[in-house]
């Protein structure tokens, strides 16, 4: 009876491992498999079938795309160029692209692949779906159709991604890529740099990275995209053993983009003048953040004083805006050194839930010509620190310019105060350092 038993669990294990994908370590054959290139034009017929066949050999392969060419923007996925410009014609692709649209929710063969390399043509991976700004839809309704049509999710083998000529990752395409360790896009980027029309109100500016992209791609260690000027919402949540990151061409950071990416602990961005709500929220590990930003700075215009709403006031490049609850519950975060800007807000609990030891650099010009009404290098809101919540600064290191020898603290702001000033009367507990720049 009890040998009986026991070929019945075994068969049963049999039967539930046939019917499920084997997973990579599983595999003997090295750590990529067979390579199967394809080469001709790419319709999504071709797509599933490529998928097909890899579904039946049941074997590990590592896909080859790259010379593959495009269709007529007639048909329902592949490698399509769209087929009719926008109305009214996009700033970011003024000739029409060529998407890679491969629609492979359902597809079996998925599963097989552990690396891919996306067609040499490919421009836009596309959007699982798009959001309709007038008619907004519920988040939940949104994530559920994102796992529907999104273009590689949950491709749970997939370990490397690489294409030269992408500019842009559409939401969710890589989300819930548990394995995905290696990802090389060295062209995802803002097609123009910085037009007029981007440098005022840029709340709503199109990301280089879209939303929740590589949602849980938990196998991520180190990233580096050389030319991303926008990373989009949630693009990197739960991206958990997160620990080294790179985008030296970053200016804005949207809300919730590294949310819950808890083994960062060293972040520096040179450009980043944004930094978006929720930015960083739950990076547990965080202790030093880093934003070398010198903006540019027009002497002919006064920068807006944004005490409120930032959202709803216009501002220029020369100001680096914190928006509400970018740190909140970094509890490791030890130093915040923006000393390079001339303008730094911050705006409501930025650093809530962060602890009591963070030492903050900021930047004072105390001469600039420019009146008693303007503010630079300074916490815009008494505060910031989020009402109610019981978090305190250990220091603030102010550095400012030496004019005859000696260190001015003469520049107005907020009440007739300077910054130290300022800090000290809002701050009592807080220790506030003037230094020679």
Known sequence: MK????????????I??????????????????????????????KWFEILDKIAKDGKFVSLDLSKCTFVDGNLSGGLIKERAPSDPPDLLYPTLPVIFDPFSASASGKDFITSIILPEAAQIIKDAITVNTGDKLEEKTFIEKGKKYSA???????????????TYIGNFAFADCKA?????????SHTVDKPDEYKKEDIDIQSDI???????????????FNTVAVIGEYAFKDCTNLTKMDFPEAWKIKMNAFDGCKSLVNIFFEKATKIGENAFINCTGLKKAEFNVIPERDSAVVPPN???????????FDSVIFYPSAFNGCKALEVLNIRNAWNVYFCDNVLANTGSSIDIYLFDEPDLGLGNNTSFGHPQDAEFLGKDVNVSLKKVFIFTPVNNGKIQESFTISGNSSIAKFIRATY???????NKR
Request: proline residues 4%.
């Open 3 to 14: 040998k009986l038993s026991f070929l019945l669990v075994i068969l049963s294990l049999a």
């Open 16 to 45: 539930i491992f046939s019917a499920c994908p084997p997973l990579l370590e599983d595999y003997e054959g090295g750590s990529s498999g067979d390579v199967i290139t394809y080469d001709d034009k790419l319709d999504c017929y």
């Open 152 to 166: 590689f999710r949950s491709f749970k083998n997939l370990r490397s991604v690489k294409a030269d000529n992408v």
């Open 180 to 188: 995905l360790t290696e990802v090389n896009f060295p062209r995802v």
């Open 210 to 224: 879209s939303i929740y992209a590589f949602l849980g791609c938990e196998g991520l260690k180190e990233i580096k």
């Open 306 to 316: 944004l005490v409120s709403d930032p959202a709803n006031t216009g501002f220029d």
């Open 428 to 434: 009592a507990n807080i220790d506030v350092n003037i």
